[in-house]
């Protein structure tokens, strides 16, 4: 009985907030180029990221996804640097978080990134010119990348404004 009293608030904003994107209220971002969203509603330890690795992996050895510029975009927990990064193999876990890091050396062959704002990361992931004049890409340390044919967004279920 009292963790419903003490949820309550939290019940109630998640109902707001759903109930404000289901109307049309908050606006929702459709990506330009295709994007699978991969996640759940429970954080840490659920098989999310190996779940991400297994679809590059398939996707990489079917004939319709065969040398098409498939990109992963996470968020980058724990990581120290802001903004829009491209992973690089030889980057650390500071940099762009442990599991982006892990993606790109098991997958050097695709763009890795992270960008705690999906909406701008997928905008940048479809037009990577847009990071030579960006002021939000202004940190990002390499800013040489393919334009994606394909996004897969790690842990990104919960994103509502991102369909």
């Known amino acids: 009985m009292i ?10 904003t998640l109902k707001v907030r759903h109930m404000l994107f289901d109307n049309g209220f908050r606006k929702v971002y459709t990506p330009e180029v295709p994007s699978i969203c ?5 954080v840490g330890g659920t098989g ?12 990489l050895e079917d004939e319709q996804w065969y040398g098409k510029n498939i990109a992963v975009l996470s968020r980058g927990y724990k990581r120290r640097s802001k903004g829009f990064q491209q992973v690089t193999v ?26 705690g704002n999906r909406i701008e990361g997928c905008d940048f992931l479809a037009h990577p010119e847009k990071l030579q004049s960006s002021k939000k890409a202004k940190k990002c340390v390499d800013k040489d990348l ?7 967004l790690d842990d990104a279920f919960q994103h509502r404004a991102l369909k």
């Open 38 to 42: 991969i996640g759940n509603i429970t």
């Open 48 to 59: 999310k990221t190996p779940h991400t690795e297994m679809l590059v992996r398939t996707l």
């Open 3 to 12: 963790d419903k009293i003490l949820l309550f608030p939290y019940w109630l």
């Open 90 to 115: 030889d980057g650390t876990a500071e940099d762009y978080g442990d599991e982006p890091l892990q993606i790109k050396k098991k997958f050097p062959g695709i763009t890795v990134a992270v960008d």
């Open 146 to 152: 393919p334009a994606s044919d394909l996004i897969i």
